[in-house]
């Protein structure tokens, strides 16, 4: 077999297992077996790792700090989850202004759908300004740099990238949405954890390799 066609065969595979690793926690996580997403949650971040730059890397091992931190209860369990996130984020923002193109958000559907960024920003952290207590800076500087890097993602070639940037705007804002407003879906951790991890997987795959 010739050496790309095996690397391309190895990474199809990868992409395979973290596709049904992801699935299997976001069931886990609906039905309520939080002991066993203590082995699916954790191994997700490192099916992405191989084959990534520096900065990617970086970005999902904060990603993966914070999902083994979240796994704990309490405030400290939290505000751990919240900064592994906030510096995994700062990274992606690193990643994703390489190779932007500047002119992606003056104009077309991408600018529309920045807006549609802001808008939801604003107005969610209108809403959640009064409900999040103790936390209320900490969201907001968090919620900050979430719109960061869905904003950098929409500036990326890759529409994928683009799409990475949104669902990680939504897992998180329906995080929120539970933990300060007490507002889920029907099977709300199943969405949260499917978006977030084909957001990671997306932002992953955008990168140089």
Do not use: C
Not at 47 to 66: N, Q
Not at 82 to 88: D, I, Y
Not at 130 to 150: D, E, N, Q
């Amino acid at each position: 077999m010739h050496p790309s066609r095996r690397s391309r065969l190895t990474t199809r595979q990868r992409h395979v297992a973290y596709a049904a690793l992801a699935t299997a926690d976001a069931v886990l996580a609906a039905t309520g077996h939080e002991r066993l997403r203590r082995l699916t949650k954790p191994a997700l971040m490192p099916l992405l790792l191989p084959g990534r730059d520096r900065r990617t890397r970086t970005a999902l091992l904060l990603g993966g700090a914070g999902d083994v931190a979240l796994l704990g209860s309490g405030d400290a369990a939290f505000l751990t989850g919240l900064g592994a996130f906030f510096v995994g984020h700062l990274a992606w923002i690193d990643q994703l202004r390489r190779g932007a193109d500047p002119r992606s958000l003056r104009h077309g559907s991408r600018a529309a759908v920045a807006g549609g960024y802001l808008v939801a920003f604003t107005g969610l952290n209108a809403y959640l300004w009064r409900r999040t207590g103790p936390h209320r800076l900490a969201v907001l500087g968090y919620s900050t740099v979430l719109l960061g890097t869905a904003l950098a993602a929409l500036r990326s070639p890759s529409p994928a990238t683009a799409a990475g940037g949104g669902l990680f705007l939504a897992s998180d804002s329906l995080i929120a949405l539970e933990k300060f407003a007490g507002l889920t879906l029907p099977a709300h951790e199943a969405w949260v954890m499917g978006s977030y991890a084909a957001a990671q997987a997306l932002l992953a795959d955008g990168g140089p390799r």
